[in-house]
Each structure stands twice: as C-alpha cells, then as structure tokens.
C-alpha cells in the first residue's frame, strides 16, 4: 500500500502567536515550531497501516524552509521518504491554494493508493484542506475518522456523531482525515532519529509543480485580512454587595447584558 500523509509545522500552541504587522499572516518566526499533533496521529496511522499490510509511506509537508523539521519527525517516526514544497511565493496561501498546491504534489508520486490528513491545522483551525484535497483528486473522503480498517481494496472507518457511529466506506484509493480519538502516536525511537538522517527528502517549488506564481500566496487568495488589533486587556468583573437587594442586582446586570 502506497500512502501518502500529510504533515504541517504550527506554532507550537505554549508559545505566544501574533500576526505580522505588515500583511496580517501569522508570524511564524515569532513562536516555537512543532508537528502539529494531530498530524503525528495521521502519521502514526499510515504507519500501522503500512505494518499490517506493507507497502511505503511517504510525509508531504508544504512550507517554509524550517517546515523540514515536520518531515524529518514524520521520517523519525518511521516514514519512508518525504516530498516538501517550499517556495516564497506560497506566503499567505489559503486554502484552496493550499489544497490545489497538495494536489499537484500528491500527483508527483507514482501509485498513490491512499492520503491521509488531520482534521484540521492547529493554527488556522479551517478543517477544509482534506475535501477540498480529495474533490481536486477525484478521489471519495472518509473524514473525522476514529477508526480506520482496510480489507483489500476497501477502505472503512468509523466516525463518532452525536447520535451514534457512522460506518462510511470506499474503494481505494481514497483521501482519509483522522480526529485526535485515531491513535496514540509512537515517540521515535534513537534508531528511528538515526534512520531518518538518510531518507531522502525531495524539496519542490511552485514551478516544479507547474503552478504559476501570481496564482498563489496572497495574489491568489480568496480572502485578505484589511485590519488586526490585539485582544484588549480582560477588565476586572464587577462586584455585587448584598444588602438584601443582591438578587435584584444582579437580574438587573444580566437585563443590561441583554443574557435574560
């Protein structure tokens, strides 16, 4: 089984994260950098998957330079190869440029049988990259996995809803995203760390995938952040005395507050 699974460096979410104050993306200089966790779950996945069954898999990160550091993990963890696309012009990207650049990506490797994603990134909290990734492929989305099994050539996974479990299943290949209740991610072992040093890494720009430039980054998004202001100071609550009259104090704060 060839799977594909894709890894994204976040601010790590102890770190303090701000936008820039030239064109209001998020500085990603100023905070720590991490694996995003639920990306080492989808990782942890294609790895059990590739244990019960065989077959290579391979981390697709697209990033800035330090966006190596999430490959290299996803290797230390056990995967095959890595693919990261890097270029400048991809600063500010959205979605769906984010989700068309995978696209291509994902197209530069031979016999994809299955694309596994997290839900959502920690640091834009979208939860749209994997649709979209799956409608560009043509190929079916299993998505909020709990659970994932294959049998052959069928895929199934279980999804929790609040009225119960859904069973959804597919033909591979198909585009899987998993919540944080899949798995419990392996930390990598010392011979994982020192195997991962001689994996190969092919690094790919905006050209090598046949994008054209001015249709990516903020050019080419859908949408643009105008203004940005920090949070202001949270106020101290104001205080209520009782003298036999609190009730009627504080039903009268909450009709200000319009709360009743």
């Given amino acids: 089984m060839n ?8 601010p790590d979410t102890y770190s303090e994260r701000k936008l820039s104050d030239t ?10 950098a991490v694996l995003d966790e639920i990306n080492e779950r989808a990782v942890e996945e294609a790895l059990q998957l590739k244990e019960a069954h065989g077959g290579e898999v391979t981390a697709l990160c697209v990033g800035p330079d330090r966006a190596v550091d999430a490959v290299r993990k996803a290797l230390q ?3 095959d190869k890595a693919v990261h696309v890097s270029d400048a012009a991809l600063h500010g990207s959205d979605v769906i440029t984010t989700a068309k650049v995978l696209a291509k990506a994902v197209g530069t490797i031979d016999g994809v049988d299955l694309v596994i994603a ?12 994997p649709a979209i990734l799956a409608e560009l492929l043509g190929l079916p989305q299993l998505t909020h996995a709990n659970k994932v099994t294959v049998e052959g050539d069928t895929i199934t996974v279980e999804r929790a809803t609040d009225d119960g479990v859904l069973h959804l299943q597919a033909t591979l290949p198909a585009l899987v995203s998993v919540s944080e209740k899949i798995n419990e991610p392996r930390y990598p072992s010392f011979k994982g760390i020192m195997a991962a040093k001689k994996k190969p890494i092919t690094t790919l ?4 995938l046949g994008l054209d430039p001015a249709g990516v980054g903020l050019s080419g998004a859908w949408t643009a952040v105008l203004e940005a202001a920090p949070k202001p100071p949270r106020t101290a609550g104001e205080r209520v005395e009782d003298n036999g009259d609190g009730g009627t104090k504080i039903a009268e704060y909450l009709v200000g507050q319009k709360l009743i």
Avoid: C, F, Q
Wanted: proline letters at 0%.
């Fill in 118 to 129: 997290g839900n959502e990134a920690s640091d834009g909290r979208a939860g749209a990259v």
């Fill in 23 to 32: 064109d209001h993306t998020l500085d990603r200089d100023s905070a720590d």
């Fill in 3 to 10: 799977i594909v699974v894709l890894v994204k460096l976040v």
């Fill in 205 to 208: 720009t905006v050209a090598d």
């Fill in 77 to 79: 963890m056990g995967a």
